[in-house]
């Protein structure tokens, strides 16, 4: 059955700890938020003492890296599932999504958490969205008498 | 077959109302725009004699409501999807989708419909997200040998 | 098997260049970011003697672009697939899937690639959204029994 190959289980894997990464970014925007006490919405500052305030530099930098998460891991879950799909040799296939995974962490770390000088941010960006691209490309040549 | 099982019936359909909920919210964010005349682009101010203004309060509360469906719901497509594979009692997870997407229903009505003071939006976040924790803490225990 | 049928790989086909469009949109923001040399980060305008402005209007409108396809088609990947479930006929969902992919192409360009005068980005935005809807209630009238 599907569910037993080891690639399909590494997709598993991998997609749902991007999954509650995505989750996690909210507690770091929270975080942020309650330490400087600036919020985006009149009850959440009254209930805090806060004020509404809607350009943090601090606060706005963990909401980039958050929306870049949203830019990319959807896609990811999508390409890698069919990607899975065209019959990739199996470790290959459990060595980019490991890769891509380490990488989008390492981004909202040198993004969000210790914001490093680039090129930190590029290649932690860059090397996942290869990975995307390739698979895609892969899909789009195995699929392509479905246009 | 998989799709005779109750659990993902109840996970096809609440996916799906979630993705319709998705897409209401554009509807909702449409409707204050043309409320109060308020528009991002230069073509729609001028399609309705509008004026362009990027920072109109109520649009960008039903813009935040909105973002933050974006932020959750792609999530639980998958962590849902996944913690079906790993074969939990099927009343307990049709009850946590169920209870999911009510949460997250409500979420927007105390968000953007109609706004409650806090805690109100507070438990309407918290209860989805735990339920996506848990069931992400599941996913990773069952499959951890993919890592 | 179900990867045979015509219509999931045509949804595979579709689902996965409208992966691929995703990813472009970062490359079409980052191309307007360095004509105008504008960024959203520190560590961005020093690499490239540019300056830090959130507010430009070339950038903010491919941005938008951007959120709209994100808003869009991570629910017409779960629409779509769980559309196949209800078993419609193969030939009329392949043609759900050209259309709603080449419709929200054709938006990405007549919202930021070359802006037109509504109604052009609203025609493009519309059709692809009925369509979802269209699938989506088809989805809940076919697992009513799941609610």
């Not at 399909?8 to 749902?16: G, M, R």
């Not at 938020?33 to 509404?52: C, L, M, P, S």
């Not at 390409?79 to 995974?101: C, H």
């Not at 962490?105 to 040198?110: E, F, K």
Request: glycine content about 4%.
């Amino acid at each position: 059955m599907w569910l037993e190959e080891p690639a399909f289980k590494s997709y598993i894997f991998y997609s749902s700890i991007l999954g509650i990464k995505i989750l996690i970014m909210a507690i770091l925007t929270a975080r942020v938020r309650y330490r400087k006490k600036v919020f985006a919405n009149e009850e959440d500052a009254d209930k805090t003492k806060g004020i509404v305030k809607l350009d943090d530099p601090d606060v706005e930098r963990v909401r980039r890296a958050h929306l870049n998460d949203l830019e990319n891991i959807p896609a990811f879950w999508i390409l890698g599932a069919f990607y899975l799909a065209t019959g990739p040799p199996s470790e290959w296939a459990t060595l980019l999504f490991r890769v891509y995974t380490a990488s989008r962490i390492i981004h909202t770390i040198v993004y969000a958490v210790k914001p490093l000088p680039q090129p930190a941010r590029g290649f932690a960006y860059d090397i996942p969205n290869f990975i995307m691209l390739y698979m895609g490309v892969k899909i789009i040549s195995h699929f392509k008498n479905a246009l």
